[in-house]
């Protein structure tokens, strides 16, 4: 039996391959690592390629004292954002950061040579108005609030980019949210965003709502790591990736958005009809 599998029969979960080297709570578990504490049902993933490929990348969490290094990145991709609506940088970055430490979340930190090059956040938040659940916003039922996860920001540096460190990083973020019992994983995504929502669509998740959040034109990108969705394929329609107006409404009318069509004519979303045999209202 190999490490992995000796360590998933524990209980523990995995991220990936990735090289874990402390944790602020957690178990450290040799190179191979997980990166929670938390013993619910083991979650083991396949590792991926972009972390063969570069034996040089190593992956943790960041702790308060990394702050520097994550402010540091964030001011270096977002002066060079090729959109301004990528991303809005918070009021108060500090919050953000604490907010997504323990216990109220996770940031994966990957470094290179010892250089932070990428990081990917999840928060755990409370069912209070204050804290501006997700799932408050797109109308989940009150009772499922406290099964959501956001998957926060996610930044890479230009030189890692195009490597799928994005997509990895997203897949090591659900196994967090399952780990803690959170399923139902939202992300906000702003429409001119491609990257990103490709990612976010080649993970599974799917766009359940499209509106304006502080003003912003966003998408709530969403999956339920405990349920599957049923859509009617053949009642299907393909909307332009930039008319705000028609996505919010193909959302409104019970459209799930969950792939898209990318040719010279740009980015078009494909909206198919979200069924509800099983449950109520996802
Ligand atoms: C968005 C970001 C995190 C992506 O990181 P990354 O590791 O380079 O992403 P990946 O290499 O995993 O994936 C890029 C994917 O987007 C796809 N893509 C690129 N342009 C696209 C477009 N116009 N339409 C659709 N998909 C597009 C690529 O084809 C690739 O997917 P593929 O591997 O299936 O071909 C990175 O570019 C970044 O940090 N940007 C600035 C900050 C930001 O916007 N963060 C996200 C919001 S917090």
Redesign the pocket.
């Known amino acids: 039996m190999g490490a992995a599998a000796t360590l998933q029969n524990r209980g523990f979960v995995f991220l990936c391959n990735f090289r874990i080297v402390g944790h602020t709570h957690g178990p450290v578990v040799g190179v191979f690592g997980l990166l929670s504490s938390i013993h619910r049902s083991p979650l083991f993933l396949p590792h991926h390629a972009v972390f063969e490929q570069h034996p040089e990348l190593r992956v943790r969490p960041l702790v308060p004292g990394d702050y520097g290094a994550w402010s540091a990145l964030r001011d270096g991709?977002?002066a060079e954002?090729p959109h301004p609506d990528?991303?809005v940088r918070e009021d108060d970055e500090q919050a953000f950061f604490d907010a997504h430490t323990d216990p109220g979340g996770e940031t994966i930190g990957v470094f290179a040579h010892g250089d932070l090059v990428?990081y990917a956040m999840v928060g755990f938040p409370s069912c209070d108005a204050a804290a501006q659940n997700l799932g408050a916003l797109i109308g989940l039922p009150a009772v499922q609030h406290a099964k959501v996860t956001h998957l926060?920001?996610?930044?890479?540096?230009p030189t890692?980019?195009?490597?799928?460190?994005?997509?990895?990083l997203l897949a090591a973020r659900l196994a967090l949210a399952h780990a803690r019992g959170r399923p139902l994983c939202l992300a906000m995504?702003?429409l001119h965003?491609?990257?990103?929502?490709?990612?976010l669509l080649?993970q599974g998740l799917h766009i359940a709502w499209t509106g304006a959040i502080d003003g912003l034109q966003r998408h709530v990108a969403m999956i339920d790591l405990d349920h599957g969705l049923h859509f009617d394929m053949a009642d299907e329609i393909l909307l332009p990736s930039d008319d705000f107006v028609a996505l919010r409404e193909a959302a409104a009318a019970d459209y799930a958005c969950i792939g898209?069509v990318?040719d010279a004519s740009g980015?078009r979303l494909r909206y198919v009809r979200h069924l509800h045999h099983d449950r109520t209202p996802w």
């Open positions: 991709v977002i954002l990528f991303y990428a926060s920001s996610c930044m890479v540096t890692w980019r195009g490597r799928g460190l994005q997509r990895a995504v702003s965003n491609h990257s990103s929502r490709h990612n080649r898209e990318r980015v």
